[in-house]
Nanobody
Framework: QVQLVESGGGLVQAGGSLRLSCAAS????????MGWFRQAPGKEREFVAT????????YFADAVKGRFTISRDNAKNTVYLQMNSLKPEDTAVYYC????????????????????WGQGTQVTVSS
């Protein structure tokens, strides 16, 4: 069983920055793509960013492109989401997830392509 633990959420003013971390258990971390999703109150969970197992490929939702970056440290079994220029509409619970499918070079954007999820971390951006 893979466990994912997010950290780094909090309250920040608009224009500020936060870095989320997600620590994963297991010995095959680098074989799987990782993703970040978010869910705002009253809304469905939405894709934010993904990174391939090797870290060479990334993809972002249009809403965060140019403001967020995703990275991973396979030696530490950790994936990061650096969030800059935060906006009130970025307020949500952020979840990290590990893909269902093995493959170090591919990425996934659909929630159904992920098998394991963290418990989430709250990000609140005040105006």
């Amino acid at each position: 069983q893979v466990q994912l633990v997010e950290s780094g959420g909090g309250l920040v003013q608009a224009g500020g920055s936060l870095r989320l971390s997600c620590a994963a258990s297991g010995r095959t971390f680098s074989s799987y793509a990782m993703g970040w999703f978010r869910q705002a109150p009253g809304k469905e969970r939405e894709f934010v960013a993904t990174i391939s197992g090797s870290g060479d490929s990334t993809y972002f939702a249009d809403a965060v492109k140019g403001r967020f970056t995703i990275s991973r440290d396979n030696a530490k079994n950790t994936v990061y989401l650096q969030m800059n220029s935060l906006k009130p509409e970025d307020t949500a619970v952020y979840y990290c997830a590990r893909s269902k499918f093995i493959g170090s070079t591919i990425t996934f954007t659909a929630a159904g392509q992920y098998a394991y999820w963290g418990q989430g971390t709250q990000v609140t951006v005040s105006s």
